[in-house]
């Protein structure tokens, strides 16, 4: 399970996608560490790849997804 949030409301959703926060292609020695892995709805793994698509959008989601990693680490 994974929290999935809109700008009105969370909710628990079913985790369906692990992704990589910084894609193989970019790094290949990351490919199963921790700090690298998040769990994603379908939903918001699509959404993720679409913004991965530019650069400077990636690397502002990157900060993002492992903001998140450390602040709500169980």
Do not use: P, W
Not at 25 to 30: A, K, M, N, Q, R
């Amino acid at each position: 399970c994974i929290l999935s949030c809109t700008h009105t409301e969370c909710r628990i959703v079913k985790a369906e996608h692990v992704h990589h926060i910084v894609e193989l292609e970019e790094d290949s020695s990351l490919a199963l560490v921790d700090n690298n892995l998040i769990s994603l709805s379908a939903a918001t793994h699509s959404t993720i790849s679409r913004v991965y698509k530019d650069a400077r959008k990636r690397q502002q989601m990157q900060a993002k997804l492992r903001a998140f990693l450390r602040d709500f680490k169980l």
